[in-house]
């Protein structure tokens, strides 16, 4: 037992998360009522220490008391636990409390917490509930402030709720909400006013935004009756003095997890190269590890203006179109009357080879394949480390030297002129041919590595059928272990890890482990071919059928468009067919490039060893604080740390399509897209119709994907596609047309409805749902 005023934020472990809250308030010299904590010693003997409470309680003068849970892992800054243990109000008496606290206890393992622990992924076994009892405050008003608002995001409003008593908090009767201003410059601020300079305190003690409780009495005293960090906010961009914009860049990448520290410096140095090569100088933030490009520059000034919404469309897809859209109509990002300086076009020269380079492809496909080919192989070869490595500092001086060297000509442009030979026609053949007509046209298309890695992953499962009970009863990480401890049956993956084993989901991430170092996706996804009887629905021959159905659409289409558009038609399907030959490598330039990247990450864990337990610790610090630490200092705490924040960042569900620097979800403020009950809206980017159960997936490794079940999953890359060959449709939060994911799911001819906000918490595993890839819509069951 020790009085309340003695709690603080060192002692959780003791008196669990709401009265360490409320002892820090007290020490801040805020004014919260009088009380002790009963400390999760006591409960860890599992006897309420009855003269202890006796004692206590008479110390306050008895009378009414509030007994409220305090479990060591509710009130933190990534579990708020809000509602989900007990609290008994108004008890009175030394019998009723001590059976309060008693009521408090068993809260802990309620099916509420229990399941909230679950979804956390918390062992119960190291939780453990203090007790907090404190003088009942009679309250003619009562509610909670938060200190930013969690709706929006924006750092510079508070959210009020507020109703008659304890209801508020309760959630037995309506409140009122509003959004608080800063009331103090009115003549008579009220008690909005001092509720206002209580949150700025508060905040201002934590340094993070807080949920207050707080409830004021009869005589018009304000009381704080609570305050923990707001859990649900996503993490503040750099504050600036002026407004800024930041839009997310990760998707583009098929990447909404947090990156590592360490991967954070490489893909912002692709990024920024990505956006140059478009005309554009746009510098990349960390944003609760998120890659997010800050286009203040780019919405202020005119030029530019007119370009962003097209390029958001293209690469970005259809939410970033509309958040732009919506930026561009804000007052406060009206076009700057100056000039700002452009970034320096392309030189004539670097024009002159773009010319030449995509002609060249288009006029002998298969010749610039081959060199293309040849160039990756090359890239392999020359991404390998040097043998004469030996040390930790000549491990770290090749890192730092081994840069991406730019791609060659012979990968870039063949690319280039298939992605061109692909969106052309669509506006040659405006008016005569749908784009769904244009997108038959390139289903099945060869060439892809992507998709010839997914089709080898299926020829390697159909031959280990002899070992198909083996292979579906164990779990896929017992599986991933035993392979690399050399205790499998050969089934051939040795050969695809060869050649793939440099790939994984969010593989951009230096930090993310290869499938050679842990193979239980691959595992996974052998488990779900498996389960695959139906011969008719293999993946090898529905590409094949994808691919057959491609080409009588093209023949039916050059027919009609030469008869209605000879010039411009003949050009358009001399472009489609280029397309076929040429679109499928535009998966080569990443493919490739991931070589030097799997090179890096095996020096940065050669590295690690040497410097932590944990040899991917390092990846949690960047380059020069790995120099730092190789000449000892110790960064054990800071790796710790960030590890955390990982983690914390890796539970996060949803990530903000753009953000203002205030801390604004642009999102959250625009209205909401119409759609009756159960129909979602999205945009559709593969043309089908299926109905079947759908499956969330979070997490490629665990995914369990019966035939036929429609894959719903947050976002997709290269790592996902396996998943493909025997999923009915495809459903994603975020996303463009062109992005991997609905591009393979063309080419294997599913259908894919594509950003649907909130589609992985708003459809449940198991419900039966129709995707609708032509009106872009996802219908939930009734």
Known sequence: MIPLAEAHAGLVALVGGKAAGLGELIRAGERVP????????AHRTGVVPHDEVRVAYARLGGGPVAVRSSAT?????????????????DVEGEADLLAAIGTCWESLHGSRAAAYRQARGTDPADVHMAVVVQRMVAPVRAGVLYTANPVTGNRTEMLVEVGPGTTVVDGRTEVTRFVLADPAGSADPGWQGELWAAGRRVQAHFGTPQDVEWATDHDGTL??????????LFPAPPQTDDLRVYVEFGNVQGMLRPVTPMGMATLRAVIATMVASLGMRVEIIDIGGRLYGDLTGLVRRPASRRRLVRLMAVDFGPRAQAVMEHVLRDPRFAPSGGRSPRPADASLSTALRALRGILRALARPDAARHRLVAAVDRLRDEAAAPTHLRTAHERLLFVRDHGDGGAADDITWPIVAGILASALPAHLLKGVATEDEIHAVLRGVPHN?????????????RDAREHRELLLDTPPAELATR??????????????????????AAEADVGVPRWAEDPTPVFAAIANYLRLTDPTQAPDRRFAGAAAAAGAALDELAARVHRRRPVRGRIAVFLLRRARRLAGLR??????????????????????????????????????????????????????????????????????????????DVESTMPAPAGGAGLLR??????????????????????????????????????????????????TETGAIMAHGP?????????????????????????????DGAAGTVTTAR
């Open 34 to 41: 009088e009380g002790f904590c009963v400390t999760t010693e």
């Open 449 to 461: 590595v992507t998709i010839e890695m997914d089709l080898a992953l299926w020829a390697l499962a």
């Open 682 to 731: 999205g945009v559709g980017a593969a043309t089908g119709r299926v109905t079947g159960p759908a499956r969330v997936v979070t997490d490629p490794a665990t995914a369990h994907l019966e035939p036929g079940e429609i894959l719903v999953t947050a976002t997709t890359d290269p790592g996902w596609t396996p998943l493909f060959l025997t999923a009915g449709a495809l459903v």
């Open 223 to 232: 009381w704080l009756l609570q305050s923990r960090p707001v859990s649900t």
């Open 587 to 664: 998966e080569a330039g990443k493919f490739a490039g991931l070589y030097r990247l799997q090179t890096v990450r095996e020096q940065l864990l050669l590295i690690g060893a040497t410097l932590f337990p944990a040899a991917d610790d390092v990846m949690f610090l960047t380059l020069d604080e790995v120099g730092t630490a190789l000449d000892g200092a110790d960064l054990t705490g800071l790796v710790a740390r960030r590890r955390a924040t990982h983690r914390r960042e890796l539970r996060r569900r949803v990530v903000p399509v753009a953000l203002l620097s205030d801390g604004t």
């Open 483 to 504: 392979y690399l401890q050399g205790a499998l049956p050969e089934i051939g993956l040795s050969g695809f890890l060869s050649r793939y084993g440099h790939r994984a």
């Open 743 to 771: 591009t393979v799911a063309r080419e294997y001819g599913i259908p894919a409805v594509i950003s649907v906000p909130g589609a992985t918490s708003r459809i449940v595993t198991g419900q039966v749902i129709t995707v």
């Open 73 to 89: 892992d509710e009130d933190l800054p990534d579990a708020s636990f809000a509602g989900q243990h007990d609290t008994v109000l």
